[in-house]
């Protein structure tokens, strides 16, 4: 039996992709919804005005988690623990505060548990990352 561990540079990097993945599938989703469509093809969503600087804003916010996916690989330890836990923190705001935009369909909220519980999970494994190594020691078998 013996300890057996993940290399933390690439479990943050799966966990970024998973929730990359989500993101992506809930707005998916909310193209077959009717009212929101509706709100989207009227320029107004949940009463924001979906224009170039809500765009630029929305697009620059999702490039979090996309340069996430690679930082994670690519950073020293010490600037990644930072990276990943400041980005989780940001990401998280912003999806608890989109919660708050309108009135959230049922899906949406379920998607948006998931994801701030894996970005709660993101920034405890970079909080935790050991100081002298790259995996987290999983459980003995």
Do not use: H
Request: overall charge positive; hydrophobic content about 55%.
């Amino acid at each position: 039996m013996k300890n057996v561990g993940m290399d933390i540079k690439e479990k943050l990097s799966l966990l970024w992709i998973f929730l990359l993945f989500n993101y992506l599938y809930c707005d998916y989703l909310g193209m077959f919804d009717a009212g929101i469509l509706a709100e989207i093809m009227g320029g107004t969503v949940g009463g924001m005005v979906i224009g170039p600087m809500f765009l630029i804003s929305a697009a620059i916010f999702m490039e979090i988690p996309i340069a996430m996916i690679l930082l994670s690989r690519f950073l020293k330890r010490r600037v990644n623990r930072v990276f990943n836990i400041v980005a989780g923190l940001i990401m998280i705001a912003g999806q608890l505060g989109s919660l708050f935009v309108g009135e959230p369909a049922l899906y949406y909220s379920v998607y948006s548990v998931l994801e701030v519980l894996t970005l709660v999970y993101i920034v405890w494994v970079a909080w935790s990352w050991p100081q002298n190594g790259m995996t987290l020691v999983g459980p003995k078998r």
